[in-house]
């Protein structure tokens, strides 16, 4: 069986499932719990799969679920299923251990970014493509963001115009990430941050509120309301 997408794409996604979902409460690891009656991962490759470029797809599942995944997926792309690690990087570094041979831009994407549109998938390609090493969508931060010590008390004040809150699909050349996770040490919370250890510059895009990441009740709450809406594409 080929998991190939499109034969003609240049780009493999990666995308780290494998987490329990803490900060949402009690239930099924995060990707597998429901979001207008479909798994937040069935809504997060349905719209990879819409991405023109897309040659490749591959799941770092929560090791127990593989098979299931695998068969959940298989009505919505062909993905190659892979089992995840105990920490986000190591489900990273599982899933680009099998990308086969061909697409030479590789993309992380959190399953849990559920309703990620297709253009920004495109758009982080486009930028490695014209000649990125390294590409992260971004959105301006909101908040005013403060360093807090022990008691609670406040350290610091950021200066919030050179503040970026980062999203994915964080996109790279493949041979940047994979040098980057040869020589990963401790677990990091993005890709780009083991890139940039490697002294490799990262380039911003602009994001998409859409990309938001599923984290806390709340926000599957907001994701609901955008799907009902008829917002989210
Ligand atoms: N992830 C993964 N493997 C892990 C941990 C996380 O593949 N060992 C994935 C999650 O499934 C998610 C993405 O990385 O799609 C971003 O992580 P996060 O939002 O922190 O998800 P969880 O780790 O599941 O949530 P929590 O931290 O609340 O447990
Ligand atoms: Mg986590």
Known sequence: MTAQLNPRGDVAVLVPAAGAG???????????????????????VRRIAAAPSVHTVVVAAPAADVDSVQAMLAPVAPVIVVPGGAERQA??????????????????????????????IESVAAAVRSGHDAVIPVLPVVDTIKEVGAGELVLATA?????????TPQGFRRAVLTAAHATAGDP????????EKQGVPVVCVPGSEYALKVTRPFDLALA??????????
Do not use: M, N, Y
């Open 91 to 120: 489900s990273v570094a599982a899933a680009l251990a099998a990308v086969p041979a061909g697409p030479e831009i590789v993309l992380v994407h959190d399953a849990a970014r559920a309703l990620t549109p297709p253009a920004l």
């Open 224 to 233: 609901e309301h955008l799907l009902s809406a008829g917002q989210a594409g």
């Open 188 to 195: 990091l919370t993005d890709d780009a941050g083991l890139v």
């Open 159 to 167: 200066d919030r115009s050179a503040l970026r809150a980062v999203q």
């Open 22 to 44: 803490v900060r949402l409460g009690p239930g099924a690891p995060k990707a597998l719990r429901p979001l207008a009656g479909e798994p937040l991962l069935v809504h997060a």
